[in-house]
């Protein structure tokens, strides 16, 4: 299981302006109204979204039938359950114990002085938002970390930085790309 830490939700989330027809079509596409299909639901709408939109799970909500505090019990659950948008590299950090030993949290560290995030943060560019997992199946290239959809092996403190800067280069690159299109 992850082990990042999961915002919390509080009562005056902002009520975003979002098109809900995909979720009022995940909605629709339930069998009955079982809590069962909660995490299910959750996962398939930040499949959409990336994060689970606040109107969203107001939707979700009434159509199960469960709280907001029940709901919002079930989010935290769930690390990779976000209920903020996340920047768009999603940093896993592997914490599993191999990985950990190799050095893991002195690369989160380092991180942290790099982009100023420590696990569930996101940076102020919106670029990095930063999670730690447990066991990434590659124990033998430890320490390991999955940045968007790539997976990076036998890092350390300044590869990592290295790397990230790379992500930050390509994307600046694209928005300049796409300023001047
Ligand atoms: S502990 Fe990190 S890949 Fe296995």
């Known amino acids: 299981m992850e082990t990042n ?9 902002e009520q975003e302006e979002i098109d ?3 979720v ?9 109204n079982s809590r069962g299909h909660l995490v299910p639901t959750l996962q398939k709408i930040q499949n959409v979204y990336r994060y689970l939109p606040a109107p969203a799970m107001e939707l979700v909500m009434e159509a199960l039938n469960v709280s907001k505090a029940q709901l919002y019990g ?4 769930y690390p990779q359950l976000l209920i903020t948008e996340p920047g768009k590299y999603i940093i896993k950090l592997c914490y599993g114990t191999a990985c950990f030993v190799k050095g893991a949290p002195i690369i989160g ?8 995030i420590r696990p569930g943060e996101t940076d102020s560019s919106k670029l990095f938002t930063l999670q730690t997992a447990s066991c990434l199946g590659n124990c033998g290239a430890a ?3 999955i940045i968007g959809e790539d997976t990076h092996g036998t890092i350390d403190p300044e590869k990592t930085l290295a790397i990230l800067g790379e992500y930050k280069h390509d994307a600046e690159t694209l928005e300049t790309e796409e300023a001047t299109a």
């Not at 560290?109 to 100023?116: E, L, N, P, S, T």
């Open 74 to 77: 079930v989010i935290s659950f």
């Open 5 to 13: 830490e999961t915002p919390v939700a509080t009562e005056d989330t």
């Open 20 to 22: 809900l027809a995909p």
């Open 24 to 32: 009022e079509e995940i909605i629709k596409n339930l069998p009955d």
């Open 143 to 145: 320490p390991m970390a």
């Open 109 to 116: 560290d380092k991180i942290h002085d790099g982009y100023h």
